[in-house]
């Protein structure tokens, strides 16, 4: 049986999980969050997840785990360090695991908008460049990497000093970067 460890920084969506995995069968509770900002692959928490997981499974499988997939939706323009980041998950990859990353694409100064004003401490970047997270990707080892555009996200967006005024909704290409630890 496959299991899964969510990692998140806000409480909030570690609540939400938790109250989702309570509604499932106990057969089907193969899954854990923890609240946590992922610097290594060895990390005591993650570890700890992993380990309580195969433990749950009767598995006998030891330390250090790693995984065969690992997804991130809307979590990179937030992270500080790209280069130590992708790393980092290079690091907590099976060799052939694969990371499916998804972001919303940096297309310009008008990308800041995805963020209202009020929201936008904690952003690290607005949106991600395609090649140049290309280059990061393949700079710390990844293989078979790929960038492509997943799907346009429209949202209404409020107005600001200085920017085009925008009639209705805004588009935001989204990105899935794609890679392969050998």
Same mark, same amino acid.
């Given at each position: 049986m496959?299991?899964?460890?969510?990692?998140?920084?806000?409480? #909030?969506?570690?609540? *939400?999980?938790?109250?989702?995995?309570?509604?499932? @069968? %106990?057969?089907? /509770?193969n899954?854990?969050?923890i609240?946590?900002?992922?610097?290594?692959?060895?990390?005591?928490?993650?570890?700890?997840?992993?380990?309580?997981?195969?433990?749950?499974?009767?598995?006998e499988?030891?330390?250090?785990?790693?995984?065969?997939?690992i997804?991130?939706?809307l979590t990179?323009?937030?992270?500080?360090?790209?280069?130590?980041?992708?790393?980092?998950?290079?690091?907590?990859?099976?060799? #052939?695991?694969?990371? *499916?990353?998804?972001?919303?694409?940096?297309?310009? @100064? %008008?990308?800041? /908008?995805?963020?209202?004003?009020?929201?936008?401490?904690?952003?690290?970047?607005?949106?991600?460049?395609?090649?140049?997270?290309?280059?990061?990707?393949?700079?710390?080892?990844?293989?078979?990497?790929?960038?492509?555009?997943?799907?346009?996200?429209?949202?209404?967006?409020?107005?600001?000093?200085?920017?085009?005024?925008?009639e209705?909704?805004?588009?935001?290409?989204?990105?899935?970067?794609?890679?392969?630890?050998?």
């Amino acid at each position: 049986m496959r299991s899964l460890v969510g990692i998140d920084t806000a409480d #909030g969506m570690i609540s *939400a999980f938790n109250t989702k995995l309570t509604a499932l @069968p %106990e057969s089907k /509770r193969n899954l854990c969050a923890i609240n946590h900002f992922l610097t290594s692959a060895d990390s005591p928490e993650l570890q700890g997840a992993a380990a309580a997981l195969a433990t749950q499974r009767g598995e006998e499988s030891q330390p250090p785990y790693r995984f065969d997939l690992i997804v991130s939706h809307l979590t990179l323009h937030h992270i500080p360090s790209l280069p130590e980041i992708f790393a980092t998950l290079k690091d907590c990859l099976k060799p #052939g695991g694969v990371i *499916a990353l998804t972001d919303y694409e940096d297309f310009g @100064p %008008e990308a800041i /908008r995805f963020h209202p004003v009020g929201k936008r401490p904690g952003v690290e970047r607005h949106g991600l460049k395609k090649e140049e997270t290309r280059d990061l990707l393949v700079g710390v080892g990844f293989n078979e990497v790929r960038v492509e555009e997943a799907y346009v996200l429209r949202k209404e967006v409020q107005p600001e000093e200085g920017m085009k005024e925008v009639e209705g909704e805004m588009a935001f290409p989204f990105l899935i970067f794609y890679g392969v630890k050998s």
